[in-house]
């Protein structure tokens, strides 16, 4: 009596004896269609989420270390710029003793700040538009402007 693992080594053998004596096949289009889709699924990951604009600003007080218009960062005339956003949309900006109040209110797709104060002042004016999210994290904001040109990119620190 032939035992199974007897068996299955002698198939083996006998496959590897008849497949020697055929000419390889070419590869079927189904085959072929079955290792792309299973490549695709394998290989496909849901993108990271970042968080909310309002769960990252809201409530601190950030300060603008960084002012870039065109490539050239431009801090020197804003250095002591300061912003709050409150957790009721309520943005304030102080800049050399001067308190400017606003609004600024979050989208999620693309993530993007829009900030709105009503001033005749031209740094404040600056700010008023719809910022695009480029690094949102617990200590830096970095938005950009790139509707406009030249292009414009502001970062803020959060003030410890």
Known sequence: MVSWLSWCQLSAHSFKFVHSQTQPQPMKPLSIILCL???????????????????????????LVEYNYNGTNIINNYSNCRFSFDNNGVLKITNAGQTFTGTWKEF????????????????????????????LNPTRIEMVDSKIEPREIIKLDLIP
């Open 37 to 63: 889709i299973c490549t695709l699924v394998l290989s496909c990951r849901k993108p990271e989420s970042s968080p909310a604009p309002s769960s990252v600003i809201s409530g601190k007080n950030w300060k």
């Open 108 to 135: 999620s797709n693309p993530p993007k700040l829009e900030l709105n104060i009503i001033t005749n002042n031209t740094f404040v004016q600056l700010f008023n538009r719809t910022w695009e999210n480029k690094l």
